[in-house]
Structure formats: C-alpha cells, structure tokens
C-alpha cells in the first residue's frame, strides 16, 4: 500500500477515535448487543462473541516496565495516558510521528481489552470502542477477529521498525544539514578569498602601473 494512502487509512482511524467516544450521549444508540444488556456484568462470558472477551496478554518486554507489570492499576494508567496523549493532546502530529502513532495503537489495544475485565463497563461504550478499534486495525490489515495479543505484536513491531527508519531519516537529514552549512561556509570562504584576491591583484596591477609611468 502506498505510504499516502496508508496514511490516510490510519489517519482517518485515529480521527473515529477521538471523535466516537465523547459523542456516545449524544447520539442515537448505534448498538447492537447494548440492546439487551447494559453492562459487562450483565453479559454472559458464553454468550460473547470472542472480541469482548477479556484476553490474558504476555506483553512485548520493552512495552511496559516490571512497575507496570506488576501492577495491574499502573499499566491500565499508562495505556490510557499513552492514548490521551498521543491521539488527543497530540493529534496534530498523528503525520509528522508517523511511528509513534503505530506504536502507540498497540496501547489503545490494551486500554479496550483491560475494560473488559471491568464489570461495570458499559456495553455501549465497548461497542464503539471496537469500531474504533476495528477501524485502527484496518489501517494494518490486521482482521478484526484477530486477538488482542497478536494486534498488539504486530502494531509494537511494525512501530518499532518505524522507528528505526524515522531515526535514521532523521540522522541522515542531520548530517545532510550539517553539510551543506559546511558547504555553505566553505562558498563562503572561497568568496572571501577571491575579494582579498582580486583586491591583492588590482594593487598589484596598480603599482605596476605607477611604475612604468614614473619610468
């Protein structure tokens, strides 16, 4: 898929999951299983279909640190800040940090699948959390049966190479720009002689001149 195109998929992913979830109250009820149950605890584990079915998730290790790991509340925190930030506080760079918005879907992943070990959640917010969530996995071809774990690998992989290849953009752009101001000052020393230079040679052609007048 070309990058354009690619970008604008997983843009425009994103935008569904800013906007979905503080409209949910204003908006006619879009849902489907919220119908007949209004929270977690209402829902039968048997009855769910396998996406609102909490999973138990061995994370990547460079993830979450062992505080987080150890502590459930902690990590639910940290996914959640990771996903206010990212694709709220800093959604006008979703373009310019093309990788860390990647990266940072593997967190929104996390942030859905521990609601679902909340009895309280709500059925209709879930609902739409998935089509958001559905929308996001799109942008990377991962189907919306997948599990969680292996959407959270394959976002944490495919950002992780992003990464690499926006660090070493950046270094190369760096270096470029590093050359051209030594270009640059190089020009500029080249002008600086060739002044003195041409200064040196019109004295020069000067005296030379007095000279064979004064003879």
Known sequence: ?????????????????????????????????CKKYKYLKDWPVEERPIAFVYEEIVFPKDMFDDKALKNRHILIKRAEKKVAHRFVKAKGQLNKYQHLMIKDSAYFEVMFNEKLNKKLAKVESLESLKKAR?????????????????????????????TKIYNQNKKKKKKNEEEIIKRVKILSDLKKQIIITKTNAQKAATIEADKTIND
């Open 134 to 162: 559905d929308a996001i996995r799109q942008s990377l071809k991962i189907s919306p049966n997948a599990s969680t774990s292996e959407a959270i690998y394959k976002f944490w992989a495919t950002g992780k190479m992003m």
């Open 1 to 33: 898929m070309p990058m354009n195109k690619f970008l604008y998929y997983i843009i425009l992913s994103f935008i569904i999951v800013i906007n979905i979830t503080p409209n949910l109250k204003a908006t006619e009820k879009k849902c489907f299983y």
